[in-house]
Nanobody, 122 residues
Framework: QVQLVESGGGLVQAGGSLRLSCAAS????????MGWFRQAPGKERVFVAS????????YYADSMKGRFTISRDNAKNTVYLQMNSLKPEDTAVYYC???????????????WGQGTQVTVSS
């Protein structure tokens, strides 16, 4: 059973930084993508960034490039999201997710964490 446990959310002032962590367990993730999504109140869940577990290739939503960095620690089975220069519009629940490389995000074989709240005050 895949388990994803996020941590690191909280309240931060605009311009500040946070680092989210997602500890993954339950299987070997060598052929998986790990990703971060976010959902603001009243809005749909949207893609933030992803990383291929095997070679570390990274992908970002255009609006996140330059401020957010996704990384992984294979030894700890953990993926991180470093968020810098935070803005009030970054306020959302951030979700960690994992899917097989050949699958699509949101398909039946996507696993989700419980989410962690990030609030950016102006």
């Amino acid at each position: 059973q895949v388990q994803l446990v996020e941590s690191g959310g909280g309240l931060v002032q605009a311009g500040g930084s946070l680092r989210l962590s997602c500890a993954a367990s339950g299987r070997t993730f060598s052929r998986y993508f790990m990703g971060w999504f976010r959902q603001a109140p009243g809005k749909e869940r949207v893609f933030v960034a992803s990383i291929m577990w095997s070679d570390g290739s990274t992908y970002y939503a255009d609006s996140m490039k330059g401020r957010f960095t996704i990384s992984r620690d294979n030894a700890k089975n953990t993926v991180y999201l470093q968020m810098n220069s935070l803005k009030p519009e970054d306020t959302a629940v951030y979700y960690c997710a994992v899917r097989p490389v050949l699958a699509a995000w949101g398909a039946s074989d996507t696993y989700w964490g419980q989410g962690t709240q990030v609030t950016v005050s102006s």
